[in-house]
C-alpha cells in the first residue's frame, strides 16, 4: 500500500473520490500522494487502484539529476507494485495506458489526482451445500431420478 520508506509517515487507505497531490513526505526521500487537505497523511493505494489527474503526469527522468522534467502524456494511471523481488528498493509505481511504468518517487511534487475506483474486493467462494428442505403446506412438484 504504501512504501517501505513511508513506514514512519502518517497513513491511511485511499478511498474513491479521494483529492490527492503527489508530495515529499517531511523526514523521507519518498514522494507519494497525500491528501489535498492534509499534506502531512500519506494516502495509501491498493494495487489495481485507478487515478485520473488534473493535467498530463510530470516526472524526473532520474533523482537527483538535472535533466529537465518529463512527461508521460496521459492522465489516467493504475496504481501497481513492481520489484517485488528486491526488498531495499521502492515498489509503488503508476501503469498508463500506453504501457509507460513510473515510480511514484519519481513523480514531481504538486500533482493533483482523483481517485477514479479501487480494486474489486477478492471474492471467497462459497462452497455448494446440499439443498435444505423447508417444511411449507404448499405442494411442490418433485423430479424422481433413477440411478
Do not use: W
Not at 51 to 71: I, Q, W
Amino acid at each position: 500500500m504504501c512504501d517501505y520508506s513511508l513506514q514512519h509517515v502518517a497513513s491511511r487507505p485511499a478511498k474513491v473520490g479521494d483529492e490527492l497531490v503527489s508530495t515529499k513526505f517531511h523526514n523521507s526521500i519518498t514522494r507519494g500522494f497525500a491528501a489535498g487537505d492534509d499534506p502531512n497523511v500519506a494516502v495509501c493505494l491498493l494495487p489495481g487502484t485507478e487515478l485520473a489527474f488534473e493535467s498530463d503526469v510530470e516526472y524526473d527522468p532520474a533523482l537527483g539529476s538535472f535533466l529537465p522534467n518529463r512527461k508521460v502524456g496521459e492522465k489516467v494511471a493504475r496504481f501497481r507494485k513492481v520489484n517485488n523481488d528486491q526488498p531495499h528498493v521502492h515498489h509503488d509505481a503508476l501503469e498508463f495506458p500506453g504501457g509507460q511504468i513510473v515510480l511514484l518517487t519519481r513523480l514531481c511534487e504538486g500533482q493533483r489526482a482523483k481517485v477514479l475506483q479501487l480494486p474489486a474486493s477478492p471474492q471467497v467462494a462459497i462452497p455448494a451445500s446440499p439443498q435444505v428442505a423447508i417444511e411449507t403446506n404448499e405442494a411442490r412438484p418433485v423430479a424422481l431420478v433413477e440411478t
